[in-house]
């Protein structure tokens, strides 16, 4: 598994690096992320999120513009908080009409992520050891639609992400059971708001 994950980054990297010769704009981009867990009763924690980003124009106002982040995800369930980090590729398909001074867009995003570490603060559920070896889907996907603004080389972004698939795979080890009665079938669900400053045209 993580010789199939160097082999993914390095091709990640090698596409948002030679991206950047082609694109118009490229940048670094940063904000807050706030998640929850869907269909479970929890509260949302602030996390945060930072990585750089590459924008292309294209005709009749659309723009698709990739991202390369790493970015943290809490949440406060019961007792326990979980937190996981991820590196994720959110790629946006953004319209919005130019209007000189300032260009207002909607954006859909699909993403993929992989979890690079995690945490859950609660020893009822499972002891550290336990959680090292526990059954996380390291492996995320899913879809963010969204909203923003650009001005000058500011760009202000909106997002709501819903993550597909379990959080958790529960089949084969016995210490995920604890893990399959506290979460089931969720995963994370969540706002991320961010601040981009671009470069280029």
């Excluded at 999120?49 to 406060?76: C, E, R």
């Excluded at 994720?88 to 209007?99: F, I, M, R």
């Excluded at 597909?164 to 210490?175: H, K, R, V």
Aim: proline share 4%.
């Amino acid at each position: 598994m993580k010789r199939l994950f160097t082999i993914v980054l390095t091709a990640v990297l090698s596409v948002v690096l030679t991206s950047e010769a082609l694109a118009q704009k490229y940048g670094v981009t940063g904000g807050a992320t706030f998640t929850s867990l869907q269909n479970i009763e929890n509260s949302s924690k602030t996390g945060w999120n930072a990585g750089a980003t590459v924008q292309f124009k294209l005709p009749l106002g659309f723009s698709i513009q990739p991202s390369l982040l790493y970015d943290t995800k809490i949440v406060q369930t019961g007792v326990a908080e979980l937190s996981v980090d991820y590196l994720e590729l959110p790629v946006g398909v953004q319209w919005g009409p130019d209007l000189l001074v300032f260009r207002p867009f909607l954006e859909i995003s699909p993403f993929v992520g992989y979890a690079l570490d995690s945490n859950l603060s609660d020893d009822v559920l499972m002891t550290a050891d336990q959680w090292k070896t526990s059954n996380l889907n390291r492996l995320s996907y899913g879809l963010g639609l969204g909203g923003g603004i650009e001005v000058w080389r500011f760009q202000v972004l909106c997002r709501y992400s819903w993550n597909f698939g379990p959080l958790f795979n529960n089949q084969g080890a016995a210490e995920a059971a604890p893990l399959k009665h506290a979460f089931g079938n969720t995963n994370f669900g969540g706002v991320t708001l961010s601040l981009a400053f671009l470069f280029g045209d």
